[in-house]
């Protein structure tokens, strides 16, 4: 079979593999769609320890079911599917709690495992999730993305149900941030990046109040959209020192910050703001098997568009795909390989 193996830093090429065998507990999946994360775009480069050459990424697909385990029963052959790409032990203390994401064991299905840039991929059973044969492969896809909005945005959003929101970073996280946003509740959206491609394509798909933190009039724009109700909740899907900075001068008192961007390691803030102000200052990674079922949910109940801010490649290209993705040259937010 044809795979992507990152063979190291800004290195993918496309070699031939043997078929993968799954054991009993295991299905064999014909992928059809696999979306780039971000995090394999710091993969790419090689700054992430996790990820070790040579290594096949890919962790957001959906695909077919193409062989199973003697042991499997919660799917047939030509299923179609997606796959939670976070594997949890189920018993450690976090487990047991319900929080499989912070899972002392967990390992990551294209991280720890060979994963979906690839013809074939073998997952355990456990894992995958059907979805109906209506349900296009592209938007399924995104199962994996959305339910890490979900999870960051609904926590964000709890005591500020229908506030103003204002987003930084308008990749996938950012735009998918912005549709839970809107279908939670929230009042307005307002979504700031420094790449005007990216706002005007936000703009041709429904988002209304876009903005650029680089300009000047910045903070008054930022003010005139959201009026005197001001920005209750910020979810921060950058991570860089300007963004977090930012952050903790505009939103209100009494306020969120949510942070899902992983931009950099350590940034310095003014705590005593955060204390006088009663800022509440989150952290959110990945998704739980309930927040994984809800995104898949809004899915199939087509609560998100994927036009206008997708584009679809040739798996064969994915070099090239990472190549755009880190030069800054991609216009759209995601991109499909398939
Ligand atoms: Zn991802
Ligand atoms: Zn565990």
Known sequence: MKVLSWNGPKQIDVEERPMPECKKDEVLIRVDVVGICGSEIEGFLGHNSLRVPPLIMGHEFSGYIEEMGDEVQNV???????????I???SCPKCRRGLEN?????????????????EYVVVPASSVIEVPKS???????LSEPLACCLRAVRRALAQHPFSNVLIYGA??????????ADILGARKVVI???????????NNVGFNHTLNPNEESFEEKLSEMAGPEGIDVVIDAAGFLPTRTQAASIVNTGGVIMNIGLGIDETPLPVNVFIRSEITVLGSFCYTKQDFHDAVNLLVDSKIDIKGWTQERELNEGQQAFLDLIGNRVENSKIFLS
């Open 135 to 141: 349900l296009d492969s592209y938007t399924a896809s």
């Open 88 to 90: 949890s032990c189920g």
């Open 76 to 86: 047939l052959i030509g299923s179609k599917v997606v796959v939670n790409p976070l």
């Open 171 to 180: 990749g996938a996280i950012g735009v998918l941030s912005g549709f839970v």
């Open 192 to 202: 700031a990046d420094i790449n005007n491609d990216r706002l005007n394509t936000l």
């Open 102 to 118: 912070l899972c002392d064991n967990r390992q990551i299905i294209g991280v720890h495992r060979p994963g979906a840039f690839a």
